[in-house]
């Protein structure tokens, strides 16, 4: 009896999570608040931030093992770090905080994240929608507008959440369901995004953008 209450016990707070979402970034749009790198490559598409597992129970971390040769491939052209962190630590910290809650075994929890990512293309959705960037930032779209060219597509049927900085979307996120298919089911709302004159910036942004050795002193200087 104990034990059967103590197996319980154990399984319901190890691992346990509702959906999983995935986060990808826009980089010009996310640079405007975060220290990306100046002189670092400039990607203009959709890159994975993470793929998160919903309200985890604690888990249990591990350090990263190597990865298979094209997994790796993958990886650094789909889920690049654009910020000070080099690949390797970011992936560490996202496996730290996110993926070691997916109860999966590392190389089959950044294989799904670049399954998931794979499955849509954020970019050409939008732009098959008319939501493009340009130079120049003439265009402003609605929150209804990102959102919907994003849900009304066959594939995905399901709301996004959106994330911006100062009017200038830095993030869309879709969720999934835990069933072995991974049904795309509907985020929760943000109010990250203002409801009009959203921006889909093209160029990067000139500050917070950084240097590692800037990143350091930064991070040297104790929060307020
Ligand atoms: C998402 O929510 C809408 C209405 O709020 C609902 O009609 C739709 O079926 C939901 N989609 C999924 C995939 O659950």
Redesign the pocket.
């Known amino acids: 009896m104990i034990l059967v209450i103590l197996v319980s016990f154990l399984q319901s707070c190890v691992g346990s999570f509702d959906y999983y979402m995935l986060s990808e970034i826009w980089p010009p749009g996310y640079c405007h608040n975060n220290p990306c790198r100046r002189h670092g490559p400039k990607f203009s598409k959709f890159i994975i931030h993470g793929l998160w597992p919903q309200n985890t129970t604690p888990c249990e971390t591990s350090k990263l093992e190597e990865f298979p040769r094209d997994t790796l491939g993958k990886l650094e052209k789909d889920w690049p770090s654009i910020t000070h962190k080099p690949n390797g630590l970011f992936w560490q910290n996202e496996w730290d905080k996110h993926g070691s809650c997916s109860m999966l075994p590392q190389i089959d929890y950044f294989k799904l994240t670049l399954d998931l990512y794979g499955r849509a293309d954020i970019k050409e959705i939008l732009r098959k929608e008319g939501i493009v960037s340009q130079i120049g930032d003439v265009k402003r779209y609605t929150k209804y507008q990102i959102e919907n060219a994003i849900?009304s597509h066959p594939n995905i049927?399901?709301?996004p959440q959106l994330i911006c900085y100062q009017g200038n979307l830095a993030e869309v996120r879709l969720c999934f369901d835990k069933s072995p298919g991974h049904?795309?089911?509907?985020c929760s709302t943000s109010y990250t995004c203002p409801l009009d004159n959203i921006k889909l910036p093209y160029l990067y942004p000139k500050l917070p953008v950084m240097e590692p050795e800037e990143a350091e002193l930064l991070r040297a200087i104790p929060p307020l």
Do not use: G, L, R
């Open positions: 849900k049927d399901a709301k049904k795309y089911k509907n």
